[in-house]
């Protein structure tokens, strides 16, 4: 019995070793990801980010327009300038466009995994999470829900203390 129990603490120590360990930078990273998701779960049920980049590597949208970066993760908010006809020509997304303290954007959301803004028109103020991407009119903001495949940053919209994702 002795020898039995001798081999599974070998077999699970080899096991640990090969699989098991993992390094500094590694578990860093996990702990990390740990934190932003209870963050995420939190700040689903409250309704508004808790720290200053709601998005684990997302940056300031003014950094992405004062930068021309394109296809980055972004945060901000605006207000309401124009409510576009929602595109729905395939997925389907509601559109409209934001004036913030850098210039406009256009944000595309996905209607189709996520719930649409109701009642959402001219003044009023929306926070957003999600991909940018540059143009000449001041950029587009798109991948503003859950992603269901988890292959790209989670995105969300914040509108009258609800967070639509």
């Known amino acids: 019995m002795k020898n039995i129990i001798?081999?599974?603490i070998v077999a699970l120590g080899l096991w640990w070793w090969q699989y098991g360990a993992v390094d500094e930078q590694q578990k860093s990273h996990a702990q990390e990801q740990i934190v932003e998701s209870f963050k995420s779960i939190r700040n689903?049920?409250?309704g508004a980010p808790s720290t200053s980049s709601p998005v684990l590597g997302a940056i300031p949208v003014q950094q992405a327009q004062n930068e021309?970066?394109?296809k980055?993760?972004?945060y901000g908010e605006g207000k309401v300038i124009k409510t576009l006809p929602d595109d729905n020509k395939g997925i389907r997304h509601?559109?409209?466009i934001l004036k913030?303290?850098?210039g406009t954007l256009l944000v595309v959301h996905n209607i189709d995994l996520a719930p649409r803004l109701d009642?959402?028109?001219r003044g009023d103020k929306v926070g957003f999470t999600g991909e940018y991407i540059s143009n000449e009119r001041g950029g587009l903001i798109h991948w503003t829900h859950h992603d269901p495949a988890h292959r790209h940053a989670d995105g969300w919209l914040l509108y009258q203390g609800r967070r639509y994702q």
Do not use: A, E
Request: aromatic share 4%; proline share 0%; glycine share 4%.
């Open 94 to 96: 509601q559109r409209f």
């Open 72 to 74: 980055v993760q972004v």
């Open 119 to 121: 009642g959402l028109q």
């Open 6 to 8: 001798l081999l599974v």
């Open 68 to 70: 021309n970066l394109d």
């Open 100 to 102: 913030t303290d850098n």
């Open 44 to 46: 689903n049920l409250t």
